[in-house]
Structures are given as structure tokens and as C-alpha cells.
């Protein structure tokens, strides 16, 4: 049971343009969201976050939608380059500490 | 300051064999998690821990897999017998809490483990 989907299993981008990473959930209980990005042969790196009371949050190139009403959120980043290539995983918790990820979503940035 | 340790990076060995991963969460911590990467299912939460006590093991797949946490520096993944279909990434997280304030988990490189 999938509770966390991202339905994009990989997004192509130009350089200096803006990348947009959807994810939707299932759960109306979750009120905590992550995204992780990942590297080859690394582990998931903490990228931003963003609590149900929010419906946005910015960090640098880097902004977090949360739209609860259609449980979906959204990753912006803005502009693009060749280094945020990797993979992106969307996460969810609900109050515990448990996390639930989606599939993740391939991001190659074109030089 | 050390992130999470796992130990092995690779293992590879043979079918029925018995499997041990260990992991060595962040200091001060008191959750630690363990997940499976596969190209299917991404990442799965098998198992998690606080102050040292398993909370939810749903997501075990099988009697074959356990897990354990000794203390609170210290967890051990094992699988017995193994089998080819248990091939896959498998990473250990850490996290901590302020308060009622989230933490996000701090993940390990993870152990790429081929079961033969």
C-alpha cells in the first residue's frame, strides 16, 4: 500500500531552468513532510520540510508547496544546475516518527 | 561530527547463508530506522526503534528478517537463511527530537547486499 507517490519516476531539465518534482499522498493523518535527496552510492541527504500548518517553504534555490487539500506537495527548485541531478524522494510521517517514502524521482539537469 | 555508520558497505555471499548488518546511529539520537531500497518498491520502512524499543516492525518481510538494538549506539539487521529476492540496498537512519519538534532522519550510506 503505497501511501506516498511519486508518479515521475524521472524529469529532464535545461540548466537555469526550473525543476518541478511532484508527490501525492494518500494519508490525511500525515502532517510532516521531507525531501530527500540521493546520490549514487550515498545514503538520502535531508533537504527541506514542510508541517501541515504551512502551505509553503523556502530555502535558498529550494521551495516546498504543500497543497493539503488535494494531499499533494511539490519541490521547486529554481534555477536549476547540473550538480542537484540525483534522485529525489518525497517523504511523509504522521506525528511518530515512522516516515513513509515514495518511489522516487530521477532529476538530470542539462548543462 | 559522525553520521551513521553502517557496516558492511557490500556484502555478497550465498544463498541460506545467515546475513548481518549493523548500524551505529548518530550520538544522542534516540530513533533509529532501518529501510530496504529495491528498483520495485523504492524505499521501505521495515523497522523502527525508540529509546532503543522496537515501535513498529509491519514492514519486516518475513520471520527470516530481525532486528535488534542492544543500546542505544549500537543495531544489528539480520537475515536467516538469506535468499536471492533479499538482494538489495539496505539503509539505517537516525533521528532526534527537540520537544515536540521534528528532526529529519539522518540516513547512513547503506549496505549493498547480493544474495547468490
Known amino acids: 500500500d503505497q501511501q506516498v507517490k511519486q508518479n515521475s519516476p524521472s524529469l529532464s531539465v535545461q540548466e537555469g531552468r526550473i525543476s518541478i518534482l511532484n508527490c501525492d499522498y494518500t494519508?490525511?493523518?500525515?502532517?510532516?513532510f521531507l525531501w530527500y535527496k540521493k546520490y549514487p552510492a550515498e545514503g538520502p541527504t535531508f533537504l527541506i520540510s514542510?508541517?501541515?500548518?504551512?502551505d509553503k517553504n523556502e530555502d535558498g534555490r529550494f521551495t516546498v508547496f504543500l497543497n493539503k487539500s488535494a494531499k499533494h506537495l511539490s519541490l521547486h527548485i529554481v534555477p536549476s544546475q547540473p550538480g542537484d541531478s540525483a534522485v529525489y524522494f518525497c517523504a511523509a510521517s504522521d506525528w511518530g516518527n515512522d516516515m513513509r517514502f515514495g518511489a522516487g524521482t530521477r532529476l538530470t539537469v542539462k548543462p | 561530527d559522525a553520521g551513521v555508520i553502517q557496516s558492511p558497505r557490500h556484502e555478497v555471499t550465498e544463498m541460506g547463508q545467515e546475513v548481518t548488518l549493523r548500524c551505529k546511529p548518530i550520538?544522542?539520537?534516540?530513533?533509529l530506522f532501518w529501510y530496504r531500497q529495491t528498483m520495485m518498491r523504492g524505499l521501505e520502512l521495515l523497522i523502527y526503534f525508540n529509546n532503543n524499543v522496537p515501535i513498529d516492525d509491519s514492514g519486516m518481510p518475513e520471520d527470516r528478517f530481525s532486528a535488534k538494538m542492544p543500546n542505544a549506539s549500537f543495531s544489528t539487521l539480520k537475515i536467516q537463511p538469506s535468499e536471492p529476492r533479499d538482494s538489495a540496498v539496505y539503509f539505517c537512519?537516525?533521528?532526534?527530537?527537540?520537544?515536540?519538534?521534528?528532526?529529519?532522519?539522518?540516513f547512513g550510506d547503506g549496505t549493498r547486499l547480493s544474495i547468490l
Open positions: 514542510i508541517s501541515s500548518i504551512k
Open positions: 494519508n490525511s493523518m500525515f502532517d510532516y
Open positions: 537512519a537516525s533521528s532526534g527530537r527537540t520537544g515536540v519538534i521534528y528532526q529529519p532522519q539522518h
Open positions: 550520538s544522542g539520537h534516540n530513533s
